[in-house]
């Protein structure tokens, strides 16, 4: 990694949130969610190395997060309904606020002067002046608030689990404008906007199919899909919840997890018609495409959940099955491709994989880690 301070000063920097030199540059660095301890790790991806343990950040249980543009803060979203600014360079939480009682992800404005959260207790969508986290709206809901993504023009889509309702807010002009896009389904459980944000996807878990709205219409409308799949068959018990952040988008396909069956299902984008569906090790959470590359990568639920399947885009066929550690939770792949991140939780270790040939070329130790975020999110729409 490229900075301006001089390997042995690195090699001897503390595990602390102590503020360092302002000089450190961003590109190569991501933070790691400890989930048991209420701390995120800050690490160097061209290092392989831990550099920093940042502390107080509250109930990391269920969290993600976001960053600014230029990289330096991240926007850490908690359990506990805390929204956390954490700077990369001062190495420390600079501000937070507990803005709800439950809160389950957020999003960041494309200018990023806006941070959204959207909330299980009490509902609805809160959104803070991403400098100084002060409240600059409350957009109520008719229950919990789920898949809340960015979209161009300092606006936000979501939807509501219990009215089974999508939402679209415009944060462009003194005062929000929120347009009810309509009934998208029974009890959608998470939504996922596209790599080319032209599309809308949401997942239903009181009915079968999946709800897509295509953003680049003038009146987007809720379009469902997948409607008869497994009507036949008998779901297994749902153990966790797939994760549509991680819903890949490769090869003209989305490639969607089958909720409560081990099977990926591949879908063409333009016509939303079932193209296949691939066997899997059991019943997907993430589902990650590798930059660069035909290749997907897939995690599972407990109990099964010490596995990660390599999937090729082209064939629907697994071409790897690798056995990386105890409690696989997530994974992220460096910005071009050449290497996977993996959090075992039950190891207290991040695994990083040569996606070439699938070595194992570092481990870094990190406690109950799960989300792992590099900061190259921060130039990618719907992260």
């Not at 600079?94 to 959207?118: M, P």
């Not at 960015?150 to 009215?163: A, C, E, H, N």
């Not at 996807?201 to 379009?223: C, M, N, S």
Request: hydrophobic letters at 40%; glycine letters at 10%; charged letters at 20%.
């Amino acid at each position: 990694m490229k900075r301006l301070l001089a390997a042995t000063a690195l090699a001897l920097l503390p595990l602390t949130a102590q503020s360092q030199d302002a000089s450190y540059a961003t590109g190569d660095l991501g933070l790691v969610v400890e989930r048991a301890t209420g701390s995120v790790l800050l690490v160097d991806r061209s290092d392989h190395a831990a550099i920093a343990q940042i502390k107080g950040l509250g109930d990391l249980s269920h969290a993600s997060m976001t960053y600014s543009p230029d990289e330096r803060f991240a926007y850490v979203f908690g359990r506990d309904g805390g929204l956390t600014k954490v700077d990369l360079l001062k190495r420390e939480v600079v501000a937070r606020t507990i803005q709800a009682g439950n809160s389950i992800g957020g999003a960041i404005s494309d200018d990023g002067t806006l941070v959204a959260v959207s909330n299980y207790t009490p509902g609805g969508v809160k959104v803070f002046d991403a400098d100084t986290l002060a409240l600059v709206a409350d957009i109520p809901a008719e229950g919990k608030t789920i898949g809340l993504a960015d979209l161009p023009g300092r606006r936000f889509i979501w939807t509501v689990w219990d009215s089974g309702k999508a939402f679209l807010g415009d944060f462009s002009g003194a005062a929000p404008i929120v347009t009810n896009l309509g009934e998208v389904g029974k009890n959608p459980f998470d939504a996922v906007v596209t790599d080319d944000g032209h599309t809308y996807l949401i997942g239903l878990f009181g009915e079968k199919g999946v709800t897509a709205i295509d953003l680049w219409d003038e009146l987007p409308t809720p379009r469902k899909f997948l409607e008869d799949y497994g009507k036949i068959e008998d779901d297994m018990p749902v153990y966790k919840m797939p994760h549509l952040q991680g819903w890949a988008f490769t090869e003209g396909q989305f490639v969607l997890p089958a909720v409560g069956r081990h099977e990926l299902l591949w879908v063409d984008r333009d016509t939303l018609k079932e193209t296949a569906r691939t066997k899997v090790h059991g019943q997907p959470v993430f589902i990650i495409a590798q930059p660069a590359s035909p290749y997907v990568w897939v995690n599972f639920a407990t109990p099964r959940n010490g596995v990660v399947q390599v999937i090729d885009s082209r064939t629907h066929s697994v071409v790897k099955t690798l056995e990386p550690g105890k409690a696989i939770l997530h994974m992220e792949f460096a910005p071009r491709g050449a290497e996977a991140w993996v959090s075992s939780r039950d190891d207290d270790k991040i695994i990083v994989y040569d996606t070439h040939s699938f070595e194992v070329k570092a481990e870094i130790d990190a406690q109950s880690p799960s989300g792992i975020f590099f900061t190259a999110r921060a130039h990618q729409p719907g992260l």
